[in-house]
């Protein structure tokens, strides 16, 4: 009886090493699946986001191409920011064709142009039932991330507000508002001084006068539309001295009061996705044009 217990207890223990080889023999194969698929699903992974980004850079490419087209198309006179010298101000002639603007997109209230940038956009305003509906489409409707250069409806088209909000993308390839960027070079600031918006009735010229890295609240409802003396007055001193900003350019000796109008240009920062980069304008010259 004995013996036979013995026998019984090697046939098992033997029994049982066969059974610990074939699952570590199974455990490898499993190990070896496992990473196979997780190899696998990582090159899908990785096709798909190769796949995203040439899609990205692709589409948008042909969507500036399609801005710089209409640029040409609108104002092929227009070489730079400056408008023609030795005319009067009653014979000024608009450099932008908004007659064959308004046939592409009623929507577009304005064009806007910065010396030494990618800044040469048209502006669109919103429609009363979606205030972001520029902020991934192009000035003829169509779905383009880059989105266009917008105000929201809040905002009246002839810029007449006492603080008109721009929107733009600040895209990694340099377009749309990230140019705006520039200004927190100091240098870049000092010779800069002014720019243009082209409307169909006048010439605006705006100097810039700060540009500072702002929070993630909506201006406009952080100071109730500028509706009261009091909110604006309010603005215009933080815009002044933004003595909150990480980043800032104030120019020295600028004036603004609240009879000034006012123009903000708005974008994305760089590594702080919540907060955006503003660059703060003020109206100096309003020319109306023939």
Request: charged share 30%.
């Amino acid at each position: 009886m004995n013996n036979d217990f013995h026998n019984n207890t090697n046939e098992y223990e033997e029994k049982t090493l066969e059974e610990l080889i074939k699952e570590k023999s199974d455990g490898k194969k499993n190990g070896k699946k496992t990473w196979l698929i997780v190899f696998i699903i990582f090159l899908v992974l990785l096709a798909g986001t190769l796949g995203y980004i040439i899609y990205y850079f692709a589409a948008n490419s042909v969507g500036e191409d399609g801005y710089r087209k209409l640029s040409n198309q609108v104002s092929p006179t227009l070489t730079d920011d400056n408008k023609p010298k030795n005319v009067k101000k009653k014979n000024l002639k608009n450099p932008i064709d908004f007659t064959r603007l308004e046939k592409i997109n009623k929507d577009i209230v304005g064009w806007i142009r910065i010396k030494d940038t990618n800044i040469d956009y048209p502006v669109l305003r919103a429609p009363e039932d979606d205030y972001s509906f520029y902020l991934h489409r192009d000035c003829y409707k169509n779905y383009l991330f880059a989105g266009s250069i917008y105000m929201e409806r809040c905002n009246e088209g002839d810029f007449s507000d006492r603080n008109t909000i721009l929107y733009g993308h600040n895209m990694m390839n340099g377009t749309m508002f990230a140019d705006l960027h520039k200004f927190e070079d100091s240098d870049f600031f000092a010779k800069h001084k002014y720019f243009y918006v082209y409307t169909k009735n006048y010439v605006k010229k705006y100097m810039v006068y700060s540009a500072y890295e702002y929070d993630d609240r909506h201006i406009d409802n952080a100071f109730n539309h500028f509706g009261n003396d009091k909110d604006f007055r309010k603005y215009i001193k933080y815009s002044l001295n933004p003595t909150n900003a990480i980043l800032s350019n104030v120019r020295k000796g600028s004036k603004v009061t609240i009879n000034d109008k006012l123009i903000t240009l708005s974008t994305c920062t760089n590594n702080r996705p919540e907060n955006r980069y503003l660059v703060q304008g003020v109206l100096v010259d309003n020319e109306k044009t023939k």
